[in-house]
């Protein structure tokens, strides 16, 4: 939660910039790189919602029984229902 948290901007840049970036909205923002072959979990409370961007490669999002695969430059919305959403990174 980099984004829009200036506690964790300055814990993680060293400094005491503000953020980069200011959201005023209840959001929690998330960015992964991670290897081929790697998985990322999130819970997705049911008043929530996730926006996937998949930037390069390619993955597999899946919650609950709806799985998607998403290429470069791909995107998804998912709706919370109290279900755990993974990410395959292929």
Do not use: W
């Amino acid at each position: 939660q980099i984004v829009g948290d200036s506690e964790k901007c300055a814990s993680v840049t060293g400094s005491d910039l503000p953020p980069p970036v200011l959201i005023n909205q209840d959001v929690s923002m998330h960015v992964s790189e991670l290897e081929q072959g790697k998985e990322a979990s999130f819970s997705l409370d049911s008043n929530r919602q996730a926006y996937l961007l998949c930037v390069e490669g390619s993955m597999e999002a899946q919650a609950g029984s709806q799985t998607e695969a998403l290429e470069q430059h791909d995107a998804a919305e998912v709706r919370g229902n109290d279900a755990t959403l993974s990410l395959n990174f292929k």
